[in-house]
């Protein structure tokens, strides 16, 4: 198994400019979701999905559009760049069920820059 | 809103020194995970702890889940360079389905 895979591993943009950030993952989890990583800021949950066809806001999710079309895939839409986001995104999935039902898999994070 | 405070927020050590960082909350949390986190990769799962008064141990880690289900602490015996990375500490409060709540983390440096 590959585990979550996440494209592309780094980014630059422009501001205004838009991109999608690609995750997907073979474990078939039914969650999956998306965190920004930011110096002394943890992780921060922008948008989830609970299954093929069901997303809903996280922590931060001004600036992103998510959908999930497929169990496996689960990719990130930055609608309009701003330097505020720039940071590092991680794509992650779980079980959803079970004892450790939030134990959460990463991907290895894309690394965006806008300026 | 849950809250989870990481301290320290920084520790350098000398390798074989043993160490302690801390996570607490005012919330109660169903289930408390560890994760490590090296340079340019995403957090790995190190342990998840569901029972309040709790202890697991991982070789030469040990962690422990608070009586009230509120904090959890990672103690290292004799940290060595590989333990080197970010520590986070994340909590699942009860009705949240799979969301996690996470603490800012514990960079940990072990010089050798």
């Known amino acids: 198994n590959a585990g979550v895979t996440q494209t592309p591993k780094f980014q630059v943009l422009k501001t205004g400019q838009s991109m999608t950030l690609q995750c997907a993952q073979d474990m078939n989890h039914e969650y999956m979701s998306w965190y920004r990583q930011d110096p002394g800021m943890g992780l921060r949950l922008i948008h989830y999905?609970?299954?093929?066809?069901?997303?809903d806001q996280g922590e931060v999710p001004n600036g992103y559009n998510v959908s999930r079309s497929t169990t496996e895939d689960f990719p990130l839409r930055l609608l309009s760049a701003a330097p505020s986001q720039t940071s590092v995104y991680f794509c992650?999935?779980?079980?959803?069920?079970?004892?450790?039902?939030?134990?959460?898999?990463f991907g290895p994070g894309t690394r965006l820059l806008v300026l | 809103t849950q809250l989870l405070e990481q301290s320290p927020q920084f520790l350098s050590i000398q390798e074989g020194e043993n160490l302690t960082v801390y996570c607490n909350s005012s919330?109660?949390?169903?289930?408390l995970q560890w994760y490590r986190q090296e340079p340019g990769e995403g957090p790995v799962l190190l342990v998840t702890v569901v029972t309040g008064g709790e202890v697991k141990k991982l070789k030469r880690l040990t962690f422990q889940f608070g009586d009230a289900r509120k904090d959890s602490s990672l103690h290292i015996t004799a940290a060595q360079p590989g333990d080197t990375g970010l520590y986070l500490c994340?909590?699942?409060?009860?009705?949240?389905?799979?969301?996690?709540?996470f603490g800012k983390g514990t960079l940990l440096t072990v010089n050798p």
């Open positions: 919330s109660v949390f169903s289930s």
């Open positions: 994340a909590g699942a409060g009860r009705g949240s389905n799979y969301k996690l709540t």
């Open positions: 992650a999935s779980s079980y959803g069920a079970g004892e450790f039902r939030e134990t959460q898999y």
């Open positions: 999905s609970v299954g093929a066809g069901i997303t």
